[in-house]
């Protein structure tokens, strides 16, 4: 607790001063919402799995709708990071505050490292000589030859078009 900020010790004080389902009206009050049934249900079924201490079942529910930006809980994802935590054997809420910081930070280091593009290959293609900036048009006449060819061409289009249409 001495390594925390104060806003960070106010939070575990508060995770464990508050049953789950106070602490999560207060949370929804607080963004001017309402605990719906399907969140009750969702609190209901992890509570009773008994995986987590009623503290740290706060901190979840802090980080899903605070930490995520969840306007509700829902089953798939607090059973997700349930099963995570779960996993990480966590079983203070101070463990589960460094697992949201560990998280968050590996989240924003991927992002810089990948720049954003998410891992993808960048193709560059060279641009064709028209497209070049320096690109200079030249102006050469056609022959006379070359403009009798174009003409047949031109004529014999025409006549194979007569034919279809």
Do not use: H
Not at 60 to 67: A, S, T
Not at 100 to 128: A, C, H
Request: charged letters at 25%; proline letters at 3%; one cysteine or more.
């Amino acid at each position: 607790m001495k390594d925390l900020t104060g806003n960070e010790q106010a939070l575990i004080n508060a995770c464990q001063s508050y049953s789950p389902i106070e602490f999560l009206q207060t949370l929804m009050v607080q963004k001017n919402g309402f605990v719906t049934t399907g969140e009750e249900y969702v609190l209901r079924d992890l509570i009773n799995r008994k995986l987590f201490a009623p503290a740290v079942v706060n901190m979840l529910i802090y980080y899903v709708l605070q930490e995520r930006g969840q306007a509700t809980l829902t089953k798939n994802l607090i059973d997700t990071v349930a099963n995570s935590w779960s996993q990480a054997k966590l079983t203070t809420p101070v463990q589960a505050l460094n697992q949201i910081k560990n998280y968050n930070q590996k989240k924003t280091t991927n992002k810089r490292s990948s720049g954003g593009n998410y891992n993808r290959r960048q193709v560059k293609e060279k641009l064709p000589d028209w497209a070049q900036d320096d690109y200079q048009t030249t102006t050469q006449k056609a022959t006379p030859e070359q403009i009798a060819k174009l003409k047949a061409q031109i004529e014999q289009q025409r006549k194979q078009q007569s034919k279809e249409g």
